[in-house]
Nanobody
């Protein structure tokens, strides 16, 4: 099982980035995917998730209306479109997979990517 994030980088406040999580070793039919992030000195937090069973999506309150999670089953990829970025969105972003329904509880996720840096300058 492997998950690989891409698309991070440096952007100004108000800008956009699109993160992608390419996974292998399983199919989206069996595993839900989520994005987590960890800022320096802070605990890891769930940002968004998409459930394999019904495609339901979940968002952290502070990103609702700005971030959108989506999946491309044909490409085994889950993306996170991030708009109206704020400096407080700066963190390392991780994608993760669970065989539970989508949720934002990191202890339920078994497989993790290596993480990718997102930096939003003020």
């Amino acid at each position: 099982v492997q998950l690989v994030e891409s698309g991070g980088g440096l952007v100004q406040t108000g800008g956009s980035l699109r993160l992608s999580c390419a996974f292998s070793g399983f199919t989206f039919n069996d595993y839900s995917i989520a994005w987590f992030r960890q800022a320096p000195g802070k605990e890891r937090e769930g940002v968004s998730a998409i459930s394999s069973s019904d495609g339901d999506t979940y968002y952290k309150d502070s990103v609702k209306g700005r971030f959108t999670i989506s999946n491309d089953k044909a490409k085994n990829t889950v993306s996170l479109q991030m708009n109206s970025l704020k400096p407080e969105d700066t963190a390392i972003y991780y994608c993760a997979a669970t065989d539970y329904s989508g949720n934002l509880f990191d202890w339920e996720y078994d497989y993790w990517g290596q993480g990718i840096q997102v930096t939003v300058s003020s």
